[in-house]
């Protein structure tokens, strides 16, 4: 299995940036997509971003378009989220999700970090 370890959060004034990032140790394959998702308190979660296994293909949910950015470094197993000019209103705990596909596309797991809390306060 997988192990998912996520980094990077705080406490940020609005108007700020915030880069989080998560790093998988453990190997199930070379194939797979990477996404973030958020929840705050009373809310269902929701999918901010997410990149396909080449990355060359990013989606953002329509909140965070312009502002926030996905990205990869397979040579270091490791899926970031940068946040530029963030609203009190992003302020959630922040998962990273992993899924794994065979090189047929056949799905091999899918796996979740532990949640980073992102507060943004004045």
């Known amino acids: 299995q997988a192990q998912l370890v996520e980094s990077g959060g705080g406490l940020v004034q609005p108007g700020g940036s915030l880069r989080l990032s998560c790093t998988t140790s453990g190997f199930i394959s070379n194939n797979y997509a990477m996404r973030w998702y958020r929840q705050a308190p009373g809310k269902e979660r929701e999918l901010v971003a997410a990149?396909?296994?080449?990355?060359?293909?990013?989606d953002y949910a329509d909140s965070v378009k312009g502002r926030f950015t996905i990205s990869r470094d397979d040579a270091k197993n490791t899926v970031y989220l940068a946040m530029n000019s963030l609203k009190p209103e992003d302020s959630a705990v922040y998962y990273c999700?992993?899924?794994?596909?065979?090189?047929?596309?056949?799905?091999?797991?899918?796996?979740w970090g532990q949640g980073t809390q992102v507060t943004v306060s004045s």
């Open positions: 990149i396909t296994s080449g990355g060359g293909t990013t």
């Open positions: 999700n992993v899924r794994y596909f065979s090189a047929s596309m056949i799905p091999l797991g899918n796996y």
